[in-house]
Structures are given as structure tokens and as C-alpha cells.
């Protein structure tokens, strides 16, 4: 997206300085209304996986690809890829028997798995890395004889989904006071796992209230938490106590989303989750509303926030800031599945 000629970048090498420290050594204290478009934002690198994985096998193998619960969780993607041919289903068993379907990037358990192999579907797994490696955690740990204690929403589908790798010796806990209702059978044997898209903030109460419990307690080798979960939470967290307002993009089902609207609202200040400016009401930018930060979550497409930005600035906002608290560059590579669709695909002659 192309700011305004007369915004400035400000850019934040380290995640220990505060944002705000920058942002009034290079702002005039005016009263010209501003926004600031925290950076890093929307989709990481899972979900561009996930996503560019069900968009090429569309191109390669045509449609209908069936796709088990939305590929991510964000409405204007899911429905997007529903007008390109995917179809969404809540279960394999809705499959007809050979076609192709595509794992979400939040995973599925064993269980689903094996139903896919007695249907003889034709799998694409587009489950993000991340998640893959708590599953292998999990795994890990069930067969070294330890009681798993899983820190995540009962009802996510990634929970679900890590929860059925070991369900004999796994319980999912949500809040601290769930903890010490906590029954295993050898307390030193006890380890932990955390969903991926969680608060840095709530983890760290429960992973508290476990080592309390349980001090023997082992956990991952290195946090479950995504990378660009952190990253879009800490750059929140650089500028909510200098924000009247924080706006996040992203679906009422997306817990990441969630998640930066509740850190910004423990700093005090005022936080909505919006799918698209339309979500925007009138009131929210009324009572001396001056600083307004802008972010979006790690499913939420970047042409949403480009429409919120496109509003505000009708609003008055017009004084655009990008800022970037850290670089953001990882990726992930595509499954076998897909790399040799691309591969095999026929040559686009060249133009004379």
C-alpha cells in the first residue's frame, strides 16, 4: 500500500525500545488526528502457505478441492476461495469417496487422518509447521510416559486437533483457576503444551499456576506461541498506552485476532475486532479520539486493512504512520503434493 507522500516510516530495530519513545521525539504534538499502522501485520507465514496450497491446487487440478473447516479463519478469505471452486466441510465424511481435500493450517488429529485413508481421499496437508511441531511434541512426550497438559480453547480447531494425538493422557486447561482441579497419576511425569495463538500474557499465568502444582513440570524445548502471534501482541503492546483507540482486523473466530484486541484493552485502552471498515461505528472515533493504531491478524488479508485505512483517513485521520516495531521474513515451503503439481505443469510459451 502506497502512503501518503508527507507520512513518515518510523522503524523500530529492537522489540525492547518503545514505540511511543519514537513516535513523540518525531510527531508534533497537535492536534491533527493520526493513525498508526503497526507493522508487522496480517497474514504470516503459515497462512500465506495454507492459502497459496489451496489457490494452486484450484489452478493445477481444477475445482471442486474439498477443504476440511476453513482453511484459515477469516470470512473474506474463505469466501474468496468458495467463489474460485473450494468447497468447506466440517468432515472428511462429507468427501466423496477419492477426491482430493486440503487440512486446514490449524490440523487435524490421527483420527482424521485415518478416516481420509479408508475414503481413499487424495490429502493435502496445508497444517502450518508451527502447529505440526506441538503434534510432534505431543507425541513425543505421551510416549515417554508423561501426562500431557494442553494450555489452549477447548473448542479451536487446532486444540482438537493436537488434543487427539494423545487423548488418554491429555487435558486441555484455559484459565489459572482450572489448575489446581488438575488429577494426574505421577505428578513428577507432567508436561505441558500451548495452542499457538494464544497471549503471551495468559500463557504465561497458567504455565505459572502449573509450575506451582506440578514442579517437576516439563515444557517444550521452545514455546509453542507462534512467531508472528508475538510479534503482532508485542507490537501492540509498544503503543497502546499512547493509542485512544486500537483496531484490529480480523474474523470474531480467529483467536489471534482476539488476542490483540484483549492486549490492547489490558493496557487501558479501547480495542475492537472488525472483519472490515464497515464494522466501524461512528461513536468508536467520537469523544477526542486523536490516536488511533491499526493492526490486523495473522489470517486477515492486507486489502481489508488498505480499506480501513482508506476510511479513516475520510474520517480525518489523515496523518499515516508505518510502524514497523521488527523485520518479519520467514516462510514456509509448500507439500510434496503441490510442489510436484507446479513441477509438472506444461510451459507457458514464450511471447515473440
Known amino acids: 500500500m502506497t502512503l501518503l507522500t508527507d507520512n513518515r516510516t518510523i522503524v523500530l530495530k529492537s522489540s525492547d525500545a518503545k514505540a511511543t519513545d519514537v513516535v513523540d521525539s518525531n510527531v508534533n504534538q497537535t492536534d491533527q488526528k493520526t493513525l498508526l499502522l503497526l507493522k508487522p501485520r496480517g497474514f504470516c507465514a503459515g497462512v500465506v502457505r495454507a492459502i497459496d496450497i489451496v489457490r494452486i491446487a484450484l489452478e493445477k487440478f481444477g ?3 474439498y477443504v476440511r473447516k476453513e482453511i484459515v479463519h477469516n470470512r473474506f478469505v474463505v469466501e474468496e476461495l468458495q467463489q474460485k471452486g473450494a468447497i468447506f466441510v466440517d468432515s472428511v465424511e462429507e468427501v466423496p469417496a ?6 486446514s493450517a ?3 488429529s490421527p483420527e482424521v487422518r485415518q478416516d481420509s485413508k479408508l475414503r481413499e481421499l487424495r490429502v493435502i496437508d496445508a497444517t502450518c509447521p508451527l502447529v505440526t511441531k506441538v503434534h ?10 508423561y501426562s500431557l497438559i494442553l494450555i489452549g480453547h477447548r473448542d479451536h480447531d487446532e486444540v482438537v486437533g493436537t488434543l487427539g494425538e494423545a487423548p488418554d493422557v491429555t487435558q486441555v486447561v484455559g484459565t489459572p483457576e482450572e489448575v489446581p482441579f488438575l488429577s494426574v497419576p505421577d505428578p513428577n511425569r ?3 503444551l500451548t495452542q499457538t495463538t494464544l497471549s503471551l500474557d495468559e500463557t504465561k499465568g497458567i504455565i505459572e499456576a502449573l509450575k506451582i502444582k506440578f514442579p517437576n513440570i516439563k515444557g517444550p524445548a521452545a514455546q509453542d506461541i507462534c512467531y508472528a502471534t508475538e510479534n503482532r501482541q508485542v507490537a501492540v503492546k509498544q503503543v497502546a498506552a499512547e493509542a485512544d483507540l486500537v ?4 474474523s470474531d473466530n480467529s483467536s489471534n485476532s482476539n488476542r490483540l484486541v484483549e492486549v490492547s484493552r489490558n493496557w487501558g485502552t479501547a480495542s475492537h475486532l472488525i472483519d472490515s471498515y464497515k464494522d466501524i461505528r ?6 477526542g479520539v486523536k490516536r488511533i493504531a491499526l493492526t490486523a491478524g495473522a489470517s486477515a488479508p492486507e486489502c481489508l486493512v ?7 483517513t475520510e474520517k480525518g485521520f489523515g496523518n499515516v504512520e508505518e510502524l514497523e516495531v521488527m523485520p518479519e521474513n520467514v516462510r514456509f515451503g509448500l507439500p510434496p503434493e503441490i510442489v510436484e503439481a507446479i513441477a509438472s505443469a506444461p510451459a507457458i510459451p514464450a511471447q515473440g
Open 63 to 65: 475445482p471442486p478441492i
Open 98 to 103: 477419492g477426491e482430493r481435500v486440503i487440512y
Open 106 to 108: 490449524h490440523g487435524v
Open 136 to 145: 510432534v511434541e505431543a507425541v513425543k512426550f505421551a510416549k515417554e510416559g
Open 190 to 192: 507432567v508436561a505441558y
Open 247 to 250: 483496531l484490529v482486523v480480523g
Open 282 to 287: 461512528p461513536e468508536w472515533l467520537e469523544g
Open 306 to 312: 488498505e480499506e480501513v485505512v482508506k476510511y479513516l
